[in-house]
C-alpha cells in the first residue's frame, strides 16, 4: 500500500532557484492530496511529474502567502484543463471569503465544485476518516491561527488462525476481538492474540506536517510515535530570539520535540534562505535526535 511524501517546496517566505515555498504531495494508498500551495505549485507538481487533476483534496495550514498564494492558481488551472470532480479544501476560517473575492475580482468561474471546511482552532481533531486512514488538524502556535497535520493509517487487522478458532469454537465477538489485537476472557483463560493469530500485522505508519510553529504541547502529543516528522526549522539556535519573535522553530528544537515525541524520523524544512550552508542546522538537530535529514525540492520519502 502506497503511503509517500514529494516536498514540492521547502523554504520559507520567499521563493529562490533552489527551494520554492511551501508544499507537499501525498499518496497515501492510491488517494493524492496537497499540503499547502505555495506560489507556482502547479509547476513543481509538473516538475515531479505528479498529476493535480486527480488530486482528492488540499490542506491549507494558514493564511500567509507562502502558504496559500498557489492556491488560486492552481484551482485556476484545474478549471482550465476542464476538472469536473468535485475537490475538498481544509484550512483556516478565513479561506472562503478570500477565495470567494479572488474569483470575484478576476471574474473567474470554476469548472468544477469546491467543498470547503474549516479546521478546529481549539483541538486536534480528525476531520477526514476513510476505510485505511485518517486525517487529523493539529492546532500549533504561530503567529496567526495555524494549524498541522497528521495522517495515519489505521491499525490494521491481526490475522486470525481460521482452523485452530473454528476447533476451539471461538465465538464471533471474541474471534473480532483477537483480530483487533485485544486480549480477550474465556470461560476464565485469557486468550491472547499471538496465541491464536498467525503473525502479528505491519505496524501502521504515519506523517505529521508541523506547519509553521513554535514548539508546542499540542503537537508534540499529535506526533507520539510517528513514522516521518517534518518540521518547521525556519532557524539555528544562533537565531533563536528571531525564531520566537516570528513565531518559528530552530533546527535544535525541532530535534527536542522529535525526540519527546518519539519520531523515527525527522525532515527539517522551511529553511530560510539566509542559510547557504544547512549541514550546522542538521548537526544540531541531531545532537537531539538520531535521524534527521534536511528536506529538499524534489525529495520523494516512501513511509
Ligand atoms: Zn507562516
Known sequence: MTFEVVFLGTGAAVPSLQRGTTSQFVDIHGQT?????????QLALRKNKRRFQRLKGIFISHMHGDHVLGLPGLLSTM?????????????????????????????AH??????????SEER????????????????VKHRIPCCGLRIEEHSLPWKLNGQKA?????????????????????????????????????????????????????LRLASKGATLLYHDA???????????????????????????????????????????DLE??????????ENVLIAEDGLLWRL
Open 166 to 218: 473454528k476447533e476451539a469454537g471461538l465465538p464471533f465477538d471474541v474471534r473480532q476481538a483477537l483480530k483487533r489485537g485485544e486480549t480477550v476472557e474465556l470461560g476464565g483463560e485469557l486468550l491472547q492474540p499471538e496465541m491464536w493469530c498467525t503473525s502479528p500485522p505491519r505496524p501502521s505508519r504515519s506523517y505529521v506536517y508541523s506547519a509553521d510553529t513554535r514548539p508546542c504541547e499540542n
Open 33 to 41: 492530496f496537497l499540503i499547502d500551495a505555495g506560489e507556482g505549485v
Open 110 to 119: 470554476l469548472s468544477f465544485e469546491i467543498r470547503l471546511h474549516s479546521w
Open 234 to 276: 525556519t532557524f539555528n539556535e544562533a537565531d533563536a530570539t528571531r525564531a520566537k519573535s516570528t513565531y518559528h522553530s530552530t533546527a535544535k528544537e525541532a530535534g527536542r520535540l522529535a525526540r519527546q515525541a518519539g519520531v523515527e524520523t525527522l525532515v527539517l524544512g522551511h529553511v530560510s534562505l539566509r542559510y547557504k
Open 124 to 139: 486536534t481533531e480528525i476531520f477526514h476518516e476513510v476505510k485505511h486512514f485518517r486525517f487529523a488538524s493539529i492546532p
Open 79 to 107: 478549471s482550465l484543463l476542464g476538472r469536473t470532480d468535485s475537490l475538498d479544501i481544509w484550512g483556516p476560517p478565513d479561506l472562503g471569503a478570500w477565495l470567494q473575492q479572488t474569483w470575484k475580482a478576476i471574474q
Open 280 to 289: 550546522p542546522l542538521r548537526l544540531e538537530a541531531s545532537k537531539e535526535h
